[in-house]
């Protein structure tokens, strides 16, 4: 959908095209620098810093529809015009107030001033972000309780435009506190089809909306997963997708782990177990199935072409090597040790089956063990979801062989997000929620623990969610048939809608960050189910030492505020 996007805004071969934060990240998440010089873009600026004018030249302007980014806009036209038009493309719904302001300073410059309905972040082919780590704090802080109102209103503005990307308008199944976002969206969805340039009132499609909190599964995101791409953000210092590496000459790489990667697709949801034997021959797969088409050559074909040549094939076989040499060097120095007392406490049962009756023996020998602090704060925390709280004599005791005394706030703070850290000794353990019997499923030892919202998606297409625990749920589409669905970064072809879309979709959203063991779910039920594409998103993706380091800040006062600064060059 960005592509397709991009071509609305380019459609006039514009030479200049000027973004701000967010829509730069959009535009890296759907393509690349030779798409938007094939569409006539040759000069990308940001929106904040200092430019020289250029006033032969019309300019595209793709941003936000916020007041930092009007304000920023307008100052390239009110006093004194940088370009000789300008073309505005909104990624959302823009107020009256910002979009009178603009008309009053820069009215006479404006060619076109549309909203396009994509402030998300199509993160991978069946997942999106709000790209908002900051919400997770705004949320669930008890310093924040201010802002969780205007929190929640952007993130359901932005799974509006979702929908709406997609052309869904789902029926919402919440659970809890997820009830104000579900509400919001509701509403949004409403009104924006109300608002629709066809002018007909869309009814609810063959698709589900399910909201969920970051507490609803707590174990998952602080697991160590020995899934390849889980297990990487994990353990190796990846930012920003990038990951790097020394060559055998010594010198200095990077690879960007994306869907570009065919490799790094393929890997990605594997056990770390078969990666390493299946690396040789997925490339020697993948680089059979490109074979060029008889035709002329264009760019795009000469740089296919190009990708196919065996020092490329080589490039990236090395780089998976050397990323799965890094995973195992952590696996035999210290997770595989934590692995089993981790799958022992989050199971509830061992290997053979047998329940774990004392949790407590299961943590010791990780406590005693050389561990660094964050990997017993995991171990601690999995001990304590074990039996849905413990005694606050007990917490302290942990804490105290840990050391964490002065940062008790990584376990305490786990309350703000609704999940059980204390219990008195009396309290008699909450019931847990039903979990789908996978005994005769294959699965490696260390690697039995499956996400809760697995689970979720297997009964929501099967329309089996229990009414007790999803009280809030709307009716499920009656049959989830067909096959075909597009996912929001695959670009749309050039057909009707009915020969684009013919199954159903599962669009679920968690409140406060998921996890890349959660991303893989939505591919693994997608291609069981076949009749029904799952979506899953979220403001942000967590590790789990982002999360801990998220959940400890909760009981810190706001200090700092966000500032706007024009940088010159």
């Given amino acids: 959908s960005g592509c397709l996007h991009i071509k609305v805004i380019t459609s006039f071969l514009s030479q200049i095209l000027i973004l701000d934060h967010f829509t730069t990240k959009l535009l890296s998440s759907c393509c690349k620098m030779s798409d938007l010089m094939q569409e006539g873009i040759t000069i990308v600026e940001d929106l904040y810093k200092s ?29 004194k015009p940088k370009y000789k038009a300008a073309y505005v493309y909104f990624t959302d719904y823009c107020s009256d107030e910002l979009f009178n302001k603009m008309k009053l300073y820069c009215g006479k410059y404006i060619r076109v001033c549309k909203e396009l309905n994509i402030s998300f972040l199509p993160q991978e082919s069946q997942v999106f972000t709000c790209d908002n780590p900051g919400a997770f704090r705004s949320i669930y802080s008890p310093h924040c309780s201010q802002d969780k109102g205007n929190t929640l209103e952007t993130l359901a503005a932005q799974i509006v435009t979702l929908c709406a990307t997609l052309d869904e308008n789902p029926g919402n199944t919440t659970l809890d506190n997820a009830k104000q976002l579900a509400a919001l969206v509701d509403y949004k969805l409403t009104k924006h089809y109300d608002m629709d340039d066809n002018g007909k009132k869309k009814g609810k499609t063959q698709a589900q909306l399910l909201i969920v909190e970051r507490g609803f599964d707590p174990v998952t995101p602080i697991l160590h997963e ?65 074979k060029q088409p008889d035709g002329k050559i264009t760019i795009s074909g000469l740089s296919q072409l190009m990708k196919k040549m065996p020092h490329f094939r080589k490039q990236i076989k090395t780089v998976h090597l050397n990323l799965t040499e890094d995973c195992m060097n952590h696996f035999q120095k210290n997770v595989e040790k934590l692995c089993k007392a981790e799958q022992d406490l989050a199971v509830g049962s061992d290997v053979e089956g047998v329940k774990v009756k004392d949790p407590m023996r299961t943590l010791l020998p990780v406590l005693l063990h050389p561990h660094g602090t964050y990997d017993k704060i995991r171990a601690v925390l999995l001990y304590i979801f074990s039996l849905n709280g413990t005694t606050e004599e007990n917490l302290n005791k942990l804490i105290q062989h840990v050391k964490i005394e002065e940062d008790r706030e990584f376990i305490l703070n786990w309350r703000e997000l609704g999940v059980p850290i204390i219990s ?15 005994t005769q499923e294959e699965t490696y030892s260390l690697s039995r623990w499956t996400p809760v919202i697995k689970d979720v998606m297997e009964d929501a297409v099967e329309n089996k969610l229990e009414t007790k625990e999803w009280p809030h749920q709307s009716e499920c589409p ?24 013919s199954g159903s979709r599962l669009i679920i959203f968690v409140i406060g960050g998921i996890s890349y063991s959660e991303m893989r779910s939505a591919y693994q039920v997608t291609q069981s189910v076949k009749s029904c594409e799952v979506i899953i998103g979220s403001s942000h993706i967590v590790t789990p030492m982002e999360l801990l380091d998220d959940i400890q800040a909760l009981s810190k006062p706001t200090t700092t505020k966000e500032t706007f600064t024009i940088v010159k060059e």
């Fill in 478 to 501: 009656a049959a989830w048939n067909g096959s075909g669905a597009v996912s929001a970064r695959q670009k749309h072809k050039a057909s009707s809608q009915d020969e684009r879309r």
């Fill in 424 to 438: 008195s000794p009396s309290f008699f353990p909450m019931r847990r929620s039903s979990r789908r019997d996978r």
């Fill in 51 to 79: 430019r020289e004018p250029v006033l032969e030249m019309k300019a595209i302007y793709f941003m936000t529809p916020t007041a930092k980014c009007v304000d920023a806009f307008i100052g390239d036209f009110k006093l």
């Fill in 226 to 290: 020995l899934t390849y791409q889980a297990m990487a953000y994990d353990l190796v210092p990846i930012k920003n997708d990038t990951y790097k590496y020394k060559s055998k000459d010594g010198s200095e790489k990077e690879a960007l782990l994306n869907e570009d990667d065919q490799l790094w697709a393929r890997l990605r949801h594997m056990h770390i177990a078969e990666v390493s034997e299946q690396i040789p021959k997925l490339v020697k797969e993948i680089s059979a199935n490109k």
